[in-house]
């Protein structure tokens, strides 16, 4: 190597991605009728678009404050959420459900998310009953979500969402993949 191939070789500075991460997260109340959840998040968004879910959204507190309000269509069902970023939503509804599966398609987002799974085990909280649990799974993609199914013969008999529909046109086959078949996912929605 010539002198000046080493002296631009030591002007080389190598970044991995964690570079660009932020995960300064922090501990965070919110309150939801009489339900205070904790959770890890971050304070303002990331610059990177794919890094959404490391905040709660606008969208999530909208759909939190409706749920606690209608909390008799959660009582006792399973649920699946698309793009649960931290998990408040999920989060909640393990408060009222039989059984909650949170997913997401971001790796950074699913450590974050199961991160808040361990946060909420280590609570001292009577009032939180189902089992959470976080899935990788991308929209549309069969092979995850029947992967997923395939520990739940009988599904899901609500699927949940905040904040999703913005980033693409996106319909609900679109979302739970069009090679499931229709009877392997169960909606139940309530009109109440
Ligand atoms: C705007 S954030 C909303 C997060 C959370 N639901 C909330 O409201 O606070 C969108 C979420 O969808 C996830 N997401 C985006 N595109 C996705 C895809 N193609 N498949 C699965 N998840 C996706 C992101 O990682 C992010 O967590």
């Not at 009953?129 to 979500?145: P, R, V």
């Not at 739940?152 to 529909?165: C, H």
């Amino acid at each position: 190597m010539s002198r000046k191939e080493e002296e631009e070789d030591d002007d080389i500075v190598c970044l991995d991605e964690s570079f660009f991460i932020d995960d300064n997260y922090q501990i965070t109340d919110f309150t939801f009728g009489s339900h205070v959840l904790q959770l890890y998040c971050l304070q303002s968004a990331s610059t990177d678009f794919d890094l959404t879910g490391q905040l709660v959204w606008p969208g999530a507190v909208l759909l939190n404050d409706y749920l606690t309000k209608n909390a008799n269509m959660l009582q006792g069902c399973s649920v699946i959420e698309l793009g649960s970023g931290v998990g408040i939503t999920g989060v909640l509804c393990s408060r009222f459900c039989r059984e909650v599966v949170m997913t997401d398609h971001n790796e950074e987002v699913l450590k974050i998310l199961n991160k808040n799974i361990k946060l909420q085990e280590s609570l001292d909280d009577t009032i939180c009953c189902a089992e959470l649990k976080a899935e990788k799974l991308e929209w549309g993609n069969s092979a995850q979500l029947n992967h997923i199914l395939q520990q739940r013969s009988e599904g899901f008999d609500l699927v949940l969402g905040a904040d999703i529909y913005i980033l693409l046109d996106l319909s609900p086959n679109a979302l739970i993949g069009t090679n499931v078949k229709s009877t392997d996912l169960h909606l139940k929605l309530n009109s109440n």
